[in-house]
């Protein structure tokens, strides 16, 4: 999504008031870059688009919910950010 240089989107990426929030989740070790994300966060932040970004210390690549990595936790990062932006509903008892 970054050009190689990691200092913009790639002309293909448009944000506009219509794009949808977006949550982004990356860890620092990851040998693909989330740079891209940052970038996308940051445009979309300047549109006034709601969006979270999490990049973790650990984790790598294709992380997965694997024991041990401050990366596991982000299933409950995204389930509160779809809590808080209403796409969750509460399950019936």
Known sequence: MANKAGTKLEPEIKISSETPPA???????????????LLYFQG?????????????AQGGHGYGMRGGLPSKSWPAAVSAWLNYEGWLKPRKK
């Open 23 to 37: 949550i982004m989740i990356h860890a620092a070790n990851d040998p693909y870059t989330y740079k891209s994300s």
């Open 44 to 56: 979309l932040e300047e549109n006034k688009i709601r969006a979270e970004l999490h990049v973790y």
